[in-house]
């Protein structure tokens, strides 16, 4: 079996000044990334270990420190901007000696919730009220008819559309908020692997690579 570690930007990084209920959230989005990569990856060939590093910098600082100790290392982080400037982000990373083992999410991890965005809408579909009722997500204006690695910060759009679409109620009506951790842990669970390998070329690239090992 190979043992393969890869660093994956996101999460918190454990402390006192965090909640418990925020570390469980950050081990849901490790887990939903897990449930991803498993989807495609056999568990009786790989022995994959999910590290998070909470933002991008220190993400690449775990790598770079447990490549030159393991080949078998990963980085998986937000590119943050169009898919034309890859090599530049290699570049301001100092990452082109190790390349071949990088993957960016186009342009960050919520492009791939944004793809499947009618699976949320099942989902959610029993947890929230849904608004507008006739409309489908898929079709909203601020995604409808583009490519998901072609919107910028996808973070905000999500954050945007749920708001659009879901309310529930405490004291009063509210609208549904976005949070990365909570809800992209558990909207990562629910995302189809192979969809997103026709979809994302470096998602496709990163199985591919694991499975070279």
């Known amino acids: 079996m190979v043992n393969i570690t890869i660093f994956i930007e996101g999460g918190i990084l454990p402390n006192d000044k965090v909640s418990v209920q925020t570390i469980d959230n950050s081990e849901k989005l490790r ?3 897990y449930n991803i990569l ?4 056999s568990p009786n060939k790989f022995n994959i270990s999910i590290k998070q590093g909470s933002g991008n910098k220190q993400t690449i600082k775990f790598f770079k420190s447990r490549i030159k100790k393991q080949e078998n290392s990963i980085l998986l982080i ?3 901007d169009n898919k034309s400037k890859v090599n530049q982000k290699l570049d301001d990373f ?5 390349q071949e083992n990088v993957f960016f999410m186009v342009q960050e991890m919520e492009a791939w919730i944004i793809s499947q965005i009618d699976k949320v809408d099942l989902h ?5 009220h849904r608004k507008r009722i006739n409309t489908k997500l898929s079709d909203d204006k601020s995604i409808s008819l583009k490519h998901p690695e072609e919107i910028v910060k996808p973070s905000k759009v999500l954050k945007v559309i749920l708001g659009r679409y879901y309310s529930y ?3 009063k009506k509210r609208n549904k908020k976005y949070s990365k951790l909570k809800d992209g842990a558990d909207l990562l669970s629910i995302l189809d692997a192979n969809e997103l390998r026709k979809l994302f070329s470096d998602f496709d690239d990163l199985i591919i690579r694991i499975e070279e090992f």
């Open 124 to 128: 959610y579909k029993n947890k929230f």
């Open 169 to 171: 109620i405490t004291n």
């Open 38 to 41: 498993s989807q495609s990856i």
């Open 94 to 98: 100092e990452l082109n000696s190790c």
């Open 31 to 33: 887990e939903g990334f």
């Open 78 to 80: 937000d590119l943050d």
